[in-house]
């Protein structure tokens, strides 16, 4: 069992409102990354970061911010939501790579499904 | 640019029926593969990995996948379904790894979604 959690799962809010999708970690990983998910299409990646007080953002161009102040919380935050942001936010972390263990394996939690009406 | 195809939007298979999943990738050197499930409501759980070595790669829950590098493909495979397995299925490439802790990894493909009939 991963222990990386999204908070809310679902949250459907109006219009113009701040929000912010919490994601928090308890493996000490480095990596955490964010990504975006609409029905029936790939994820995305909209914002990564490799440790604390580093964030870049990702392959697909969002209007939310990160912050990584300590290595377990990864917040994402959008200042002004509008129907455009509907869709499943998937949070993830990673540990590195371990030469020949081979590829690292990527946690994911279980998502916030956002409806901004 | 990696990239990740999953050519079947939607399969439906009997349960106890034999099952592939079809995964092609583009990628300039030897890539990391990976396929996740996901089922409703929740997030992705890795079912397996191939990094290097045997090209036969056993996963989770019964699953396997064949890398193929002729073919640029890594199909996911499993001998007979439950119905338990229906979920969304999603191939992953993963970018070669530097030491200096690159975040950068994983393009996903769009996902096949799995129908499993009594």
């Known amino acids: 069992e991963a222990d990386i959690y999204q908070t809310p799962r679902y949250l459907v809010i109006g219009t113009g409102k701040k929000i912010t999708l919490e994601c928090s970690q308890t493996m000490g990983h480095d990596k955490m990354y964010w990504y975006q998910q609409d029905p029936g299409m790939e994820l995305h990646l909209i914002h990564y970061s490799y440790g604390v007080n580093s964030t870049e953002k990702g392959d697909l161009s969002s209007e939310s911010t990160v912050s990584r102040i300590r290595t377990e919380h990864f917040p994402l935050t959008l200042e002004s939501a509008r129907p455009s942001h509907t869709s499943q936010y998937l949070c993830a972390s990673s540990e590195p790579a371990q030469g020949a263990r081979g590829a690292p394996e990527a946690f994911f939690g279980q998502g916030t499904r956002l409806t901004v009406v | 640019a990696q990239s990740v195809t999953q050519p079947d939007i939607h399969i439906t298979v009997s349960e106890g029926a034999s099952l592939e999943l079809r995964c092609n990738y583009s990628y300039g050197a030897t890539p990391y593969l990976f396929w996740y499930v996901q089922s409703p409501g929740q997030g992705l759980q890795l079912l397996l990995k191939?990094?290097?070595?045997?090209?036969l790669v056993q996963g989770i829950k019964g699953f396997e996948a064949e890398f193929k590098r002729s073919q640029s493909s890594f199909n996911l495979r499993k001998p007979s379904v439950h119905w338990s397995d229906a979920a969304e299925y999603f191939c992953?490439?993963?970018?070669?790894?530097?030491?200096?802790?690159?975040?950068?990894?994983?393009?996903f493909g769009s996902g096949t979604q799995l129908t499993v009939l009594p």
């Open positions: 191939y990094f290097s070595g045997d090209t």
């Open positions: 992953a490439v993963g970018a070669s790894f530097d030491f200096a802790g690159s975040a950068r990894q994983l393009t």
